[in-house]
């Protein structure tokens, strides 16, 4: 307890500190080889490097009338006069060919990559909406372009972490009310799982610091995995305890038999999530790979909280603590042959080949739910609720290109090829025209192309292949395809990258930790196949409340690999709890009653925790981005399906199934069966 102490006394400071670490730029997110990153580094030096343009759009069904085009100066006349420092001049209002809509472009400088910089965006674009009040009726107005996107995201983001840290504590918090049944012993855990929280985030402060990036959706996630793995290693360490005390007076025995009995799987459990999220370090995208880090020291801590203060406080404490049901020496608890786990087991162990084939058929049926799987989902439309950007870019599509608010930029660095780079990207498909005015910069010259398609849409993303091969054709490495549309295009081809990369080092090295607990082969390679299976269940049914349900636009890139992490490595806790029970009942009951022992045994206390873990991940639907709602649902279900089918029907059946063999190469495949 005193060195928690002291450890909340160096750090706790530090944890106010984490949200204003975070870096929530668009950029921020990006690969660090990519082309559009590249074109960012070389118009860093160009006048509009750090400039980014606020449009607002002003629009009227069948035409802008006399008085809304004076309004509209009025506005543009009202946004000069009261300008922030580093909000430059509006120019003049460009109007539509069909006369129905108005843009009003103001530039804002900012230095990118900086907390300012989004500060300065959103007060910027604040502002400017504050001087679209009383407008005449008819006429709309919003603020989008790259200015308003990147507000309207750092807004959100700002708002996740106090939202979800309180919304995640409260779900717990009630959650162990109910499980624990005592006015006073959810406290216990509840302020285990909270030191921990403090301290993950002030040393997720000390980590950005040092570098590593922590964006604001790793930031929410955080929370997220502290609470739900802390809690989750509470109540197995807590359920054995609870045993222990009913078959020893003293409590500080029950405390060290319990901490010998289950720390090991609380170990590998943590051991396992914290490898696997290690394996995000390996990402291209920076946004993935920084989660890498600041997830494994959240589910670290996590660890270490349960295994030393949660102990301790248990220890002080005692039994009483669990007034009005108080576990007393010889008195009737959770067991191998009363209960309804025990009837499960039962139930399971009469016909497990029956069982294990039903279970299989099912998940599989669940999988064909990734037939609709699709990546239509944009940082333009992955708000789920209305903001201006996305509203604004709606209107100027009506009646301009629909890339006008956000052209893509090329940047050609040998100006002796500028014109042959002007005429070939012409001529690409989707490019509805390139600005006359050509920016000149120390390291070369900047074009501004149109888009016929929306910027920030699945349908723009497919015209940037196009341009980049006509660029590169006429100006070779000196051509360079950059700008919001490009950027996006690269963030989902490594994303591709990703998938097929990390996902068979993740699943290598949670095979290799079960390995090592199990000290065995074949039930290592069952529990993987048991997991991916109920992966595939989990996506593939969560893909189709998406589309069918929520009506959501589709799913982020990024989504199948943070739900493949995530469930590999939380879905094999439940296993992991399980089997680490199986194998220490299997030496006086053999693998078939180690099984039904283990299952009756666990049920309860794997069944809590597993409703703890889908909860506190279902909080992520409190916040209005459709990603991490995404997250949040996809990981929630696939826990459940862990909890409730495959380790309390499809992982007993299969051991049962293969018998002593599972154990192989162990000593105990080759017991004797008497």
């Not at 990546?375 to 509203?391: I, K, P």
């Not at 209107?395 to 006008?404: D, H, K, Q, Y």
């Amino acid at each position: 307890v005193g060195v928690w102490v002291l450890v909340i006394v160096a750090i706790g400071p530090l944890a106010g500190k984490f949200e204003a670490a975070q870096e929530n730029d668009p950029a921020d997110y990006l690969p660090g080889k990519a082309e559009s990153v590249k074109a960012i580094e070389v118009l860093e030096n160009f006048p509009s490097g750090d400039v980014v343009k606020a449009v607002t759009v002003f629009h009227r069904e069948g035409g802008l009338e006399g008085s809304d085009r004076a309004t509209i100066d009025q506005a543009r006349a009202a946004i000069n006069s009261e300008r922030r420092e580093g909000v430059d001049e509006t120019g003049p209002p460009v109007v539509s060919e069909d006369e129905s809509s108005a843009l009003l472009i103001t530039p804002i400088t900012v230095e990118d990559g900086t907390n300012e910089a989004g500060r300065l965006l959103v007060d910027a674009t604040d502002d400017i909406k504050g001087e679209l009040q009383g407008l005449p009726a008819g006429l709309e107005a919003k603020v989008s372009g790259p200015a308003g996107f990147s507000a309207d995201a750092i807004d959100v983001f700002d708002s996740i972490n106090g939202t979800l840290l309180y919304a995640t504590a409260l779900l717990v918090l009630v959650l162990l009310i109910i499980i624990y049944r005592s006015p006073i012993f959810w406290l216990i855990p509840f302020f285990s799982v909270l030191l921990a929280e403090l301290t993950s985030r002030g040393m997720g402060y000390l980590l950005a610091d040092a570098g590593v990036t922590v964006t604001g959706q790793s930031g929410g996630i955080l929370p997220v995995l502290v609470f739900g793995a802390g809690t989750d290693y509470a109540l197995l360490l807590v359920s054995r305890y609870r045993e222990e005390l009913r078959r020893h007076e003293d409590k500080h025995e029950a405390v060290r038999v319990a901490m010998r009995k289950s720390s090991p799987a609380i170990v590998a459990s943590g051991a396992t999530v914290m490898a696997a999220l290690l394996t995000l370090t390996l990402a291209d995208v920076t946004g993935t790979s920084g989660l890498g880090p600041i997830g494994a020291l959240g589910v670290g801590l996590a660890m270490v909280s349960m295994l030393t203060i949660l102990p301790a406080l248990l220890a002080i404490t005692g039994r009483r603590a669990f007034w009005p049901f108080v576990p007393r020496v010889g008195s009737e608890g959770v067991d191998e042959t009363h209960g309804t786990w025990s009837r499960i087991a039962g139930w399971v162990g009469r016909g497990p080949r029956k069982v294990w084939i039903g279970t299989i058929a099912l998940l599989l049926v669940l999988c064909l739910g990734l037939t609709q799987l699709n990546s239509d989902l944009t940082s333009g439309n992955g708000f789920r609720n209305d903001v201006d950007s996305a509203e604004g870019q709606a209107l100027i599509e009506e009646s301009f290109p629909a890339g006008t608010d956000s052209p893509t930029n090329v940047v050609v660095t040998d100006r002796s090829k500028l014109d042959v780079v002007r005429e070939a990207v012409e001529k690409a498909p989707g490019v509805a025209g390139i600005s006359p005015r050509v920016e000149e910069g120390p390291t070369g010259a900047k074009l501004e192309v149109t888009l016929d398609q929306d910027p920030l849409s699945t349908a723009g993303f497919d015209l940037v292949p196009g341009i980049r091969e006509a660029a590169h054709r006429a100006g070779g490495e000196a051509a360079l395809v950059g700008g919001p549309t490009a950027e996006e295009f690269d963030l989902r081809e490594s994303a591709a990258r990703d998938n097929r990369v990390i996902v068979p080092i993740a699943l290598v090295v949670v095979l290799l930790i079960l390995m090592a607990l199990l000290r065995a082969v074949v039930a290592p390679l069952v529990l993987i196949g048991t997991v991916i299976l109920s992966y595939g269940a989990a996506l593939g049914i969560a893909t189709l409340f998406f589309e069918k349900v929520f009506d959501f636009p589709g799913i982020d890139p990024t989504l199948p690999l943070f739900a493949f992490i995530f469930l590999v490595a939380l879905g094999i806790d439940y296993n992991i709890f399980l089997m680490a029970r199986v194998r220490e009942e299997t030496p006086a009951n053999g693998t078939r009653g180690g099984m039904l022992r283990g299952l009756a045994v666990t049920g309860t206390v794997i069944t809590s925790a597993g409703i703890v873990l889908a909860g506190t991940f279902s909080a992520l639907a409190v916040l209005p981005l459709v990603t991490l709602t995404e997250i949040g649902f996809t990981i929630a279900l696939g826990v459940l399906i862990d909890t409730f089918i495959v380790r309390t029907l499809l992982v007993p059946a299969l051991v049962l199934e293969i018998g002593d063999r599972v154990w192989w190469p162990s000593s105990l495949a080759h017991r004797d069966p008497e």
